[in-house]
Nanobody
Framework: QVQLVESGGGLVQAGGSLRLSCAASGRTFSNYILGWFRQAPEKEREFVAAIRWSSGRTVYASSVKGRFTISRDNAKNTVSLQMNSLKPEDTAVYYC????????????????WGQGTQVTVSS
């Protein structure tokens, strides 16, 4: 059974940095896409970034491009999201998600989800 467990959220001032991690287990992820989504109160869940496990190829939402970096560690089976130059509008619960084969930016397309980790950016 696939499990995704996020960690690394917290409170940070605007302009600061945080690093989120997602520990993935339960299967081989070589043909999977691992993604990060976020959901702010009273807003829909939105795509942040995704990485193709096999190639390391990445894709980002325009709102975070140049500030966030997604990466994976094959040995540790983890996916990380390095978040720099954080803004108050980045405040949300951040979720790790996984799906096979095709990169998409649509939350319902993802089959597996973590429990989420809160990121709060103060102004």
């Amino acid at each position: 059974q696939v499990q995704l467990v996020e960690s690394g959220g917290g409170l940070v001032q605007a302009g600061g940095s945080l690093r989120l991690s997602c520990a993935a287990s339960g299967r081989t992820f070589s043909n999977y896409i691992l993604g990060w989504f976020r959901q702010a109160p009273e807003k829909e869940r939105e795509f942040v970034a995704a990485i193709r496990w096999s190639s390391g190829r990445t894709v980002y939402a325009s709102s975070v491009k140049g500030r966030f970096t997604i990466s994976r560690d094959n040995a540790k089976n983890t996916v990380s999201l390095q978040m720099n130059s954080l803004k108050p509008e980045d405040t949300a619960v951040y979720y790790c998600a996984a799906r096979p084969n095709v990169v998409t930016m649509t939350a319902p397309d993802y089959d597996y989800w973590g429990q989420g980790t809160q990121v709060t950016v103060s102004s």
